[in-house]
Nanobody
Framework: VQLVESGGGLVQAGGSLRLSCVASGRTLSRYTMGWFRQAPGQVRDFVAAMFWRDSSSLYAHSVTGRFTISRDNAKNTVYLQMNSLKPDDAAVYYC?????????????????WGQGTQDTVSS
């Protein structure tokens, strides 16, 4: 499956952004979807995931209560709504997918990746 992210940009601290990840080549209904982020010089970290079977979601502690992952299978799109953004949230955000996957929180749990979209949060 090919993934393309969009929606990144510059926002002030406290603001919001919504990222989108559009898939092509396969329907997403049987894919577990994840969002990761990578700041300069840092490893790629888990942000959120949505399980394919029941659309249950899992979040990193640092974003719980502020970020929401959702999916629209009819549009083959996954979203990440990010509210109350902090400067520490600035990173390149990546969408990831794995067919029939579990609640993956590690990069090795996914086998398809988008190119990333940059989010910048000014203080």
């Amino acid at each position: 499956v090919q993934l393309v992210e969009s929606g990144g940009g510059l926002v002030q601290a406290g603001g919001s952004l919504r990222l989108s990840c559009v898939a092509s080549g396969r329907t997403l209904s049987r894919y577990t979807m994840g969002w990761f982020r990578q700041a300069p010089g840092q490893v790629r970290d888990f942000v959120a995931a949505m399980f394919w079977r029941d659309s249950s979601s899992l979040y990193a502690h640092s974003v719980t209560g502020r970020f929401t992952i959702s999916r629209d299978n009819a549009k083959n799109t996954v979203y990440l709504q990010m509210n109350s953004l902090k400067p520490d949230d600035a990173a390149v955000y990546y969408c990831a997918a794995v067919p029939l996957g579990g609640h993956g929180t590690h990069v090795n749990d996914y086998d398809s990746w988008g190119q990333g979209t940059q989010d910048t949060v000014s203080s």
